[in-house]
């Protein structure tokens, strides 16, 4: 081999060596102050097992801390459990369980919240091994994520909501507070918003229900948060970008204005010109607040 190839052969490499280094910096940052438990089955349903991770606080905290569920993202057909920004946003003072749902491919709705429901009942029903209050329990979840997160917020005790997934139905599925990031809450008022006619294309939100979203009203509204908005919803934060292409931001307004006038507490953060998405320094919003609501009492 001349002297010019293997010279440019060993640039490779050393370029390869410092990628991976960057890397296991950014993995092993990412899990500062978390040991993480991976791959804990919650539930199997119709052949299918569901799956969460989980980031404890490291080193074992005295007491117990509060629990945030991350609910991914992905249009309700994408997505993954590995997807998360929760443990470094939040650090050590919180545990976080990042989860696995039924995509619309393998089952329509209401399959991922009775999933994302299960989990919640399972982490409760685990929460002395594992060594979080289960009394404080948020919830934060992005895009389609944020639409699974808020229609939970809303929804305790739903009996159409609920569903039989798991083996802890014994257990409470209500959380104490939740994040949601511009995720669909109102599917009749989506079509206008997003300026689609009558040949519109199909939507992510067809998908999930099975049908178009006009044919299937009863199924639209028990998907719809804003349908179920009441006074004693658990705190809401909302962030939306005011130029979301994806979910319009009017979704993230109708809602937090549903919830005010029901008597609910929320806090609408509007990130302007922002589109499905924004930078991650908009997440110094997150940990105040659920330091008001689920730390409040330590």
């Known amino acids: 081999m001349k002297a010019n190839a293997r010279w440019r052969l060993f640039q490779k490499l050393a370029k390869a060596v410092c990628l991976a280094v960057l890397v296991a910096a950014f993995c092993s940052e990412t899990s500062l102050g978390h040991r993480v438990l991976r791959d804990i089955a919650y539930a199997d349903v119709d052949g299918h097992t569901l799956w969460l991770d989980l980031y404890l606080p490291d080193p074992v905290p005295q007491t117990m801390v509060p629990l945030v569920v991350w609910v991914h993202g992905g249009g309700w057909r994408n997505g993954s459990k590995d997807d998360t920004y929760a443990p470094p946003t939040l650090g050590e003072a919180y545990a976080v369980a990042s989860i696995n749902y039924r995509l619309s491919g393998v089952a329509p709705f209401p399959a991922q919240i009775h999933d994302v429901k299960a989990a919640v009942r399972w982490l409760r029903a685990h929460a002395e091994q594992y060594g979080f209050d289960p009394e404080r329990f948020g919830a934060w979840g992005a895009s389609a994520g944020g639409h699974l997160v808020a229609l939970l917020g809303v929804s305790c005790g739903h009996p159409d909501l609920e569903g039989t997934v798991g083996e802890h ?40 229900l099975g049908g178009r979203v006009e044919a299937l009203p009863e199924l639209a509204s028990l998907a719809s948060p804003s349908s179920h908005v009441h006074a004693q919803a658990p705190p809401f934060l909302i962030l939306h970008g005011s130029e979301d292409p994806v979910v319009p931001v009017g979704q993230s307004i109708g809602f937090a204005s549903a919830l005010q006038g029901a008597g609910g507490r929320v806090e609408l953060v ?3 010109g922002a589109g499905h998405g924004f930078s991650r320094d908009h997440l110094v919003h997150v940990k105040p607040f659920f330091d008001l609501w689920l730390r409040k009492a330590e």
């Open 169 to 208: 139905l014994d257990q409470s599925s209500c959380v104490q507070a939740v994040c949601d990031f511009f995720g669909t809450t109102d599917f009749f008022t989506l079509v206008e918003q997003r300026g689609l006619g009558e040949n519109r294309r199909i939507m992510a939100e067809d998908l999930l």
């Open 270 to 272: 509007i990130v302007d």
